[in-house]
T-cell receptor, first 115, second 113 residues
Framework: AQSVAQPEDQVNVAEGNPLTVKCTYSVSGNPYLFWYVQYPNRGLQFLLKYITGDNLVKGSYGFEAEFNKSQTSFHLKKPSALVSDSALYFCAVRDATGTASKLTFGTGTRLQVTL | NAGVTQTPKFQVLKTGQSMTLQCAQDMNHEYMSWYRQDPGMGLRLIHYSVGAGITDQGEVPNGYNVSRSTTEDFPLRLLSAAPSQTSVYFC????????????FGPGTRLLVL
């Protein structure tokens, strides 16, 4: 079975500071990894994904994530946080042999960016 | 394109009532899914479909039925609503197994009394 852990319920960052939202995963085969963001009263929006290739993945709104196979992690990062980045962030994984519909999501991390 | 649309936005049901949550997409996506979102539990997959006429169960299928008669529509039916089904429901679609990005609808907030 595949699983995702987001160990922090909330991350607080001052605007302009770098941010990291942590994610670790477990799959039996090769992982496909994703980050989604959810703004209040909205559906999830795709940020970035790792399928294969370069371990550093760049996505929307200046976000990036680093795939670390040995640590089974896929942490989301941004060099300089904005107040508008405040939202709920979900990491998701599926085994490469599974279907696109069978994503497993983490429980989410709320990012709060303050002035 | 409207993307993924869901109706209604909000619904209140009494225990034992049935209802259908509607989901439609206009992107010609083959894959469609239903998730429920509960506090502290992330999103859990209820049912999914890999194409018209094909559906399968996800992680939490009990109490829900789906059908996929067309590529565009993927309704979710609650057969006999229970308070445990109070949740926010999201429909999602993706183009194919190779196209990994899922597109989510705005959600339906359901309250079962």
């Amino acid at each position: 079975a595949q699983s995702v852990a987001q160990p922090e319920d909330q991350v607080n960052v001052a605007e302009g500071n770098p941010l990291t939202v942590k994610c670790t995963y477990s799959v039996s085969g090769n992982p496909y990894l994703f980050w989604y963001v959810q703004y209040p009263n909205r559906g999830l929006q795709f940020l970035l994904k790792y399928i294969t290739g370069d371990n550093l993945v760049k996505g929307s709104y200046g976000f990036e994530a680093e795939f670390n196979k040995s640590q089974t992690s896929f942490h989301l990062k941004k060099p300089s946080a904005l107040v508008s980045d405040s939202a709920l962030y979900f990491c998701a994984v599926r085994d490469a042999t599974g279907t696109a519909s069978k994503l497993t999501f983490g429980t989410g991390t709320r990012l709060q960016v303050t002035l | 394109n409207a993307g993924v649309t869901q109706t209604p936005k909000f619904q209140v049901l009494k225990t034992g009532q049935s209802m259908t949550l509607q989901c439609a997409q206009d992107m010609n996506h083959e894959y469609m899914s239903w998730y429920r979102q509960d506090p502290g539990m992330g999103l859990r997959l209820i049912h999914y479909s890999v194409g018209a006429g094909i559906t399968d169960q996800g992680e939490v299928p009990n109490g829900y039925n789906v059908s996929r008669s067309t590529t565009e529509d993927f309704p979710l039916r609650l057969l006999s609503a229970a308070p445990s089904q109070t949740s926010v429901y999201f429909c999602a679609s993706s183009y194919s197994a190779e196209q990994e990005t899922q597109y989510f609808g705005p959600g339906t907030r359901l309250l079962v009394l």
